[in-house]
């Protein structure tokens, strides 16, 4: 899957930033450390936009594009933020049975982004997994820790409402 | 040297031990495909044509990465082989558009050739899925037309080469692709324009700019009077795209193919690169004399120019202020020549034919425009230049030698030597010793700064002034010197830099030569050979004898660096990020 690149606004802080400093500045003598810092930029921002890939850029000595290209091979690094409330749905088989793709595709329509994206106003964010464990309340999907079982179409807008302020 | 024994389709060999099976069957006159290899730049073995088969080895292994070992038996031609090649040939073309009939690598294709030589019958026998990628024609030097990227990643390796990696692979299995960091334009990365991944890549998926329909529009205007000119180094590669062996010398063919073409004028850049070393060698001695920023650095190749701009924002002062020889060609004809011939500027139409894609983004620069109007309003490559020649029915081979007009087909060797590494700095040294001195030079060769490596560094006692000179071409090379510059290490007065590799006779906007002339012939050497060849017979080598340059100083500018002289011939540079 080609990955979205986010136009939500960047908002790291000067924490974030001074967190991911120290990182580098531990590991920038050696290059080939880059897959860890780039994990762990996106423990310290929840994903890897544009101006912290620069700043890895930049701190490890690598070129941009070599980031980059990176980020967008690993499955694990997100060009996109987790939205406020971060909803995932679980794709496992016996939530797929159950016609868990229908409820992926409502909330897609619903909210206009898709997996893996995040709504322009960092509200939303859509996110696919595989198995979260309540195969008994397939489809399941969650938001934040939240878990929603036996989920049918219908129920998607309630469910959203729920959120939206 | 240890060797070990091998066969390869039965010939007992004995190659060192270590190379590679590709570089052992050339040894014995036997070629194997290659398309993604790039001797030294990019050996990954990733597209799978050079496959052989190696007796007791599982599967068909890649020559171009596999070394050889005692004993080894290779077989470069079976069956097997070729059945393998022409598969991969045919799921390379599944995802590839195959559109050869309008594209400007037909007939120069490394892909197309390659199907032609293993008989590929049907380009659709694995049709499947496919994804329409957008052109990027936002650069001013050239398109990316990723649907015919076979993802060798040559051009990734020539811009690494480069010390610029703005491209690169990205995303996943089928959904790779290259292009810039967020997929950017390539426009707004920090890219050169330097086209190395051009003259690297194997089909049509990165091209120049074409800008033959504005020339051909402009010879057509009756009220336009078009003046062509063309770069030291076309006379020693145009003929490639003709078919002529790599460094045949066809000024001549060049001049009177140009002439059929319609231009109203048919000068020499060299005239200009003479004209360059009278200010640049006057202002390296002003700056030595009166304490200026040193090392000067050379300021002609506009791939260079725009990697300092770039990347050592902060030593753009050690750049001369000198236009380049296209720039200061172009601004002589609008002020001088206009002048002489009563004709308003803004009727002139001057074409650059020049050895580099970077001076199609070197005409768009700010504060090149001496008379109001742009120095130079277009520059075609070499390869465009054939194009044209090509189309307009003009039988290269058998053209006649001819002359270039007067007064600016007038030139010295010092001029013509500026195509190669090593050529402004050794012109330079010409007029400045010369003038520091105040004795005529008898031994014109500077013979130190010559040749393909990648830097070089002399040092000359001129009039008991110690000068310590260095030259790099390529930009990673030239990283090297400005690095020395930064941390202060650098004890050199003069530094010549050109963006490519062996300078303009290996430029970006070339004659196309395939991998496996770049991976076993020294193209840039005999390229830049012709040049000296050319050099060596001109009575006149120093630039300050040219007597149009005499003409035009007596008449028009004064002295070098004199108040005029900076009005038309010099420039400004422009700090820009690496960043957008």
Known sequence: ????????????????????????????????????????????????????????????????????????????????????????????????????????????????????ECTADGAFSIEACRCVGACGLAPVLTVNDEVYGKVTEKDVPTILAKYQH | ???????????????????????????????????????????????????????????????????????????????????????????????????????????????????????????????????????????????????????????VAACDMQGISVIGANARGFDTHISSAFDKDLATVSCISCGQCIVNCPTGAIVEKDDTDKVLAAINDPTKFVIVNTAPSIRATLGEAFGMSIGTNVEGKMVAALRRLGFDKVFDTDFAADLTIMEEANEFLERVQNGGVLPMITSCSPGWVKYCEHYYPELLGHLSSCKSPQQMFGAVMKTW????????????????????????????????????????????????????????????????????????????????????????????????????TGEPLENVDFKEVRGMENIKEAEYDVAGTKIKVAVASGTKNAKVLLDKIKDGTADYQFIEIMGCPGGCINGGGQPIQHAVVRNFVDLKAKRAEALYASDAQNKKRKSHENSAIKELYADFLGEPGSHKAHEVLHTSYVARKKYE
Not at chain 1, 110 to 116: K, Q, V, Y
Not at chain 2, 354 to 383: H, L, Q, W
Not at chain 2, 417 to 427: D, L, P, Q
């Open chain 2, 1 to 155: 040297m240890e060797t070990v024994n091998i066969q390869i389709n039965g010939m007992p060999l004995r190659v060192p031990k270590g190379i590679s099976i590709l570089e052992a069957a050339r040894s014995a006159g036997i070629e194997i495909p290659t398309l993604c290899y790039l001797k030294d730049i990019n050996e990954i073995g990733a597209c799978r044509i050079c496959m052989v088969e190696v007796k007791g080895a599982k599967s068909l292994v890649t020559a171009c990465v596999y070394p050889v070992n005692e004993g080894m038996e290779i077989f470069t031609n079976t069956e097997k082989v070729r059945h393998s090649r022409k598969m991969t040939l045919e799921l390379i073309l599944s995802t590839h558009d195959k559109k050869c009939l309008s594209c400007v690598r037909s007939g120069n294709c490394e892909l197309q050739m390659l199907c032609k030589e293993f008989g590929v019958d049907d380009e659709n026998a694995f049709a499947g899925e496919t994804i329409h990628y957008a052109f990027d024609d936002s650069a001013a030097h050239m398109v990316r037309d990723n649907n015919k990227c076979i993802l060798c990643r040559r051009c």
């Open chain 2, 337 to 436: 020549y206009a002048q002489k011939l009563g004709m308003d500027p803004k009727d002139m139409v001057v074409v650059g034919v020049m050895p580099c894609t970077a001076k199609k983004f070197e005409t768009k620069r700010p504060n090149e425009a001496a008379s109001g109007y742009p120095d130079v309003d277009i520059a075609i490559t070499t390869r465009e230049l054939a194009r044209m020649i090509e189309s307009a029915g003009i039988y290269f081979r058998h053209l006649p030698d001819e002359e270039f007009d007067s007064p600016f087909g007038e030139s010295t060797g010092a001029g013509t030597i500026f195509g190669a590494t090593g050529g402004v700095m050794e012109a330079a040294l010409r007029t400045a010793v010369e003038k520091l």
């Open chain 1, 1 to 116: 899957m080609l990955k979205k690149i986010s136009s939500v606004p960047f908002r790291g802080t000067p924490e974030q930033e001074q967190q991911l400093q120290t990182v580098i500045d531990a590991c920038k003598s050696d290059k080939s450390q880059l897959m860890h810092v780039m994990q762990e930029a996106q423990e310290i921002y929840g994903y890897l936009p544009y101006e912290v890939q620069v700043m890895i850029a930049e701190g490890m000595d690598v070129p941009l594009e070599k980031v980059y290209g990176v980020s967008t091979f690993y499955a694990q690094f997100s060009l996109s933020p987790k939205g406020e409330h971060n909803i995932s749905v679980c794709l496992g088989t016996a939530c797929y049975v159950k016609g868990s793709q229908q409820i992926l595709d409502k909330l897609t329509e619903e909210l206009g982004i898709g997996p893996g």
